[in-house]
């Protein structure tokens, strides 16, 4: 099992970015998909989780309206739309899967919130 995010950066106040997570290594349109993040100082949260099929997601409520899951089983993929970014959002976004009970992450993906 593999997870690879890719995508973050240095962003403005207020902007956007997207990322991706290319799974491979197990059937990915079986299993659920989560995006999580951590700040300097705090401990990991959980930002977005979307079902195998893509038709059900969650959000935190510090992003809903502004961070869409979503993924294409067709790519391995699962992709996180961050819009209207706040300072606050500053943090190692990561990709995770729970295969067959075993929590699997990526390495993560620094998203940086700055002017």
């Known amino acids: 099992v593999q997870l690879v995010e890719s995508g973050g950066g240095l962003v403005q106040p207020g902007g956007s970015l997207r990322l991706s997570c290319a799974a491979s290594g197990f059937t990915f349109s079986y299993f659920g998909m989560s995006w999580y993040r951590q700040a300097p100082g705090k401990e990991r949260e959980l930002v977005a989780r979307?079902?195998?099929?893509?038709?059900?997601?969650n959000y935190a409520d510090s992003v809903k309206g502004r961070f869409t899951i979503s993924r294409d089983n067709g790519k391995n993929t699962v992709y996180l739309q961050m819009s209207s970014l706040k300072r606050e959002d500053t943090a190692v976004y990561y990709c995770?899967?729970?295969?067959?009970?075993?929590?699997?992450w990526g390495q993560g993906t620094q998203v940086t919130v700055s002017s």
């Open positions: 979307i079902s195998g099929a893509g038709g059900r997601t």
């Open positions: 995770q899967a729970n295969i067959y009970g075993s929590e699997r």
